[in-house]
């Protein structure tokens, strides 16, 4: 069982619509849990993070926490073609973070 | 603004060299970090570093090594490149200060090795 598991996609959703990515982790001593999106060539760049149980909001993205569960989330609402990109999950174990392989989502226009 | 800056944005090696790929940040962190992406197999952890000449080996150390003799700088070597190192390979550094512990990335370095 992979430690970060993520649906690859390609998510396709229409301009305006809501995105919604998924991301279960193994170890339930993780400890915050983040999400990055990565452009096709770029490095991966921080969106937000997310270390209590509930939802958090930071404009049109949404991260909720289920530990219990052992489910992350993001939200994007009001997807926008600047969007597209790969959304990758991630979770820390003290100082290191695993990553999953990632979601591709394409909003079309 | 916090920089993390590989030394090289792509790189072309030949089997049997000695590479190494230079990381350097601005930001006074702790931690460091080496990653290689792979289509299909997402980041996968080389070596980290918390304190200045610490090393701890990540998840695929086999044929890499490391340094750090300065906070601000953590290099990774592939003792003998082979063509399976070909790959995207990013630096991360984050802090103990804040809480969070977040990653900042550099730009990586491709690298191919022929």
Known sequence: QKEVEQNSGPLSVPEGAIASLNCTYSDRGSQSFFWYRQYSGKSPELIMFIYSNGDKEDGRFTAQLNKASQYVSLLIRDSQPSDSATYLCAVRRDYKLSFGAGTTVTVRA | ?114
Request: hydrophobic letters at 30%; proline letters at 2%; one cysteine or more.
């Open chain 2, 1 to 114: 603004d916090v920089k993390v800056t590989q030394s090289s944005r792509y790189l072309v090696k030949r089997t049997g060299e000695k590479v190494f790929l230079e990381c350097v940040q601005d930001m006074d962190h702790e931690n460091m970090f080496w990653y290689r992406q792979d289509p299909g197999l997402g980041l996968r952890l080389i070596y980290f570093s918390y304190d200045v000449k610490m090393k701890e080996k990540g998840d695929i150390p086999e044929g890499y090594s490391v340094s750090r003799e300065k906070k601000e700088r953590f290099s990774l070597i592939l003792e003998s490149a082979s063509t399976n190192q070909t790959s995207m390979y990013l630096c991360a550094s984050s802090t103990n200060r804040g809480g969070d512990y977040g990653y900042t990335f550099g730009s990586g370095t491709r690298l191919t090795v022929v």
